[in-house]
């Protein structure tokens, strides 16, 4: 949470102590480069003993809490029937107010599971957004994705609060010309992760609701990032202002049919889950559960983690864990700004993003910014963000490239794992490479797989500026920074 200081700023501060540590290091830039060039400039494939702050993702790299940990030694290893399995569903009945818990190894598992029940050939799946691993399954099914973004969402310097709702107008003409029966579900994401982590608001979700209710379409939210969607709720929407953390969950939860989440987000743990209350989806989802996942009272995670997801659903309601990565965020965006990186704003949950776009503005989308903007911030720091561009987009049927809507560059932000002092370093080193933009060139497909070749595609660096760049940081900083 932010906690205001004599002078009237404020910090984000931590509402928890620290009893255990992972020591990092930072490789020198000679290192750094090195392994770079072997991940074929992908931060993906680098070697976390080679990155200094690991900021790919915020999926599984969470802090656990003393509760959840604890939980996780009374697990009841089962096959079938464990005890920890009903730990989770009392968990989601009072959390998110559904009859049904189905565990999936994780997010993208639920995805699948509702490509298999939901999507056919010829479908329509409307939503506010896509995710990469989302669009994948339900293409692979069969069915069209249709992203009804609000008008804001692509403008990456706005002051819009809710750049995460769907545009209504939208959702409409789809359902219009499409016709509602090729419809399976609409998709609400919280938090949008691929635009920059912004959420929708209540008001907005409430509207696609009745939307979808007029005509029997079924409405289902990606729960992933529930936290601090309802954190932005509380402290974006008027309404909200006095409203708990828990009553906003529950509120958003009233409004949906299904919601699935990857447990590596907000609850902070390994895992999935998908909820519902309808019994009919829960009977269908009872038939391939145990056939991709595992059986009903595991599917797929490790007891272990589901004590600790039950614990963990009841911990992402408490304010101080819901704000606790958002504020940092807040104040790392707020201070790339001050120091004239371009970040998306406003600031959202999850991450800090940089417009690869305007802080490398002469690299084509066909040389891959973002990606380019990942290695080189990579070299020149230690520092590993991800990229979420046109890299992150697969080819179309005809084999073209698919410019992304958005060239971003992610440094996640996991939930109480790094300090001010951490963020402060990014951004003094995103500060050094905006300065020497000219030094960064655009990046080379060598290696190329055709389903999400963002994961383990390689590239090359034209001209070879990857070497460039090292020695121009080299020459400022010394080797061993
Ligand atoms: N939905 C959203 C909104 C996500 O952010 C993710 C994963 C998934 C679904 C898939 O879940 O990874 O557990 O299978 N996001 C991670 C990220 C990978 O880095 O943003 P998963």
Not at 204 to 213: E, G, H, Q, S, W
Not at 220 to 228: F, Q
Not at 398 to 418: I, K, M, Q, T
């Amino acid at each position: 949470m932010n906690i205001r200081l004599s002078t009237g700023s404020l910090i984000p501060i931590e509402m928890h102590k620290v009893r255990i540590v992972q020591a990092t290091a930072l490789p020198p830039v000679a290192q750094r480069l090195a392994a770079i060039e072997a991940a074929g400039y992908n931060t993906f494939l680098l070697r976390t003993r080679d990155v200094f702050l690991d900021m790919l993702t915020d999926s599984g790299t969470n802090a656990m809490s003393d509760n959840q940990l604890a939980a996780m030694m009374v697990s009841d290893d089962a096959y079938a029937g464990g005890e920890s399995f009903y730990k989770l569903e009392a968990a989601v009945q009072e959390v998110l107010g559904y009859k049904y818990a189905v565990p999936v190894h994780q997010g993208r598992a639920a995805e699948h599971l509702l490509a298999k029940i939901f999507c056919k050939p010829g479908d329509t799946v409307v939503m506010n957004y896509h995710f990469t691993t989302t669009k994948a399954h339900f293409e692979i099914a069969g069915a069209k994705v249709v992203e009804a973004h609000s008008p804001q969402a692509l403008q990456t310097e706005s002051s819009e609060q809710f750049k995460g709702n769907i545009d209504l107008d939208w959702l409409q003409r789809v359902i219009d010309t499409e016709g509602a029966a090729k419809v399976p579900f609409v998709r609400m994401e919280a938090t949008t992760n691929l635009i920059g982590g912004q959420p929708f608001a209540m008001a907005n979700l409430k509207a696609a609701r009745a939307i979808c209710a007029k005509h029997g379409i079924p409405l289902v939210i990606d729960c992933s990032l529930i936290s601090e969607n309802a954190y932005f709720i509380k402290s974006r929407e008027a309404a909200y202002a006095d409203v708990s953390i828990a009553a906003i969950i529950r509120e958003m939860m009233d409004q949906a049919d299904l919601i699935y989440l990857s447990g590596r987000k907000s609850t902070c743990v390994r895992g999935g889950l998908i909820a519902t209350s309808n019994d009919a989806y829960y009977e269908q989802l009872k038939a391939w559960l145990p056939v991709y996942e595992g059986f009903l009272t595991y599917g797929g995670m490790s007891s272990k983690e589901v004590e600790a997801m039950a614990v963990g659903l009841r911990e992402m309601c408490d304010y101080e864990v819901a704000s606790s990565s958002a504020d940092l965020i807040q104040f790392f965006v707020q201070r790339m700004i001050d120091r004239g990186v371009p970040a998306v704003t406003p600031a959202g949950g999850l991450a800090g993003h940089v417009d690869a776009m305007r802080f490398l503005p002469h690299i084509p989308q066909t040389e891959y910014p973002a990606g380019a903007l990942a290695a080189a911030i990579y070299i020149a720091s230690g520092v590993r963000p991800m990229e979420r561009g046109t890299v992150s987009m697969d080819r179309d049927a005809a084999g073209n490239d698919v410019p992304s809507d958005l060239e971003l560059c992610r440094f996640a932000v996991p939930r109480r794992v790094y300090s001010m002092a951490h963020m402060e370093y990014v951004v003094d080193r995103l500060a050094w490479l905006h300065a020497h933009q000219e030094l960064v060139g655009g990046l080379k497909f060598y290696h190329e797989p055709p389903v999400l070749r963002f994961f383990t595609g390689k590239m090359e660096a034209l001209g070879g500026w990857g070497a460039k760049l090292a020695a121009a940081f080299e020459a400022d900083f010394g080797p061993a920074c």
